[in-house]
Nanobody
Framework: QVQLVESGGGLVQTGGSMRVSCAASGRSFSSYVMGWFRQAPGKEREFVAAITRNGGSTYYADSVKGRFTISRDNAKNTVYLQMNSLKPEDTAVYYC?????????????????WGQGTQATVSS
């Protein structure tokens, strides 16, 4: 099993930047595909980004491509999401998730473990 704890959310103005982090504890962080998802009020949870086990490949939702960067440090058991050029529509609770089997996926159903989420708010 792996436990995930997000941090780094907060309030930023439109056009600003924010980095959220997810620290993992438990077994073999490097054996998990990691993903970031978000959920805005009244909306379904949606895929944001994913990264392969060795960090060699990354995947993004079209809505964040070119603005967000996912990365991981397997030595620190941490995955990051750097968010630049933020827009009010990026306001959401951001969740990290770990996937033990298979390849990187945009489907939330494929992820086995989830953090509690961190709120990111972008003011207009």
């Amino acid at each position: 099993q792996v436990q995930l704890v997000e941090s780094g959310g907060g309030l930023v103005q439109t056009g600003g930047s924010m980095r959220v982090s997810c620290a993992a504890s438990g077994r073999s962080f490097s054996s998990y595909v990691m993903g970031w998802f978000r959920q805005a009020p009244g909306k379904e949870r949606e895929f944001v980004a994913a990264i392969t086990r060795n960090g060699g490949s990354t995947y993004y939702a079209d809505s964040v491509k070119g603005r967000f960067t996912i990365s991981r440090d397997n030595a620190k058991n941490t995955v990051y999401l750097q968010m630049n050029s933020l827009k009010p529509e990026d306001t959401a609770v951001y969740y990290c998730a770990a996937k033990s089997r298979g390849i990187a996926s945009m489907s939330a159903n494929g992820y086995d473990y989830w953090g509690q989420g961190t709120q990111a708010t972008v003011s207009s």
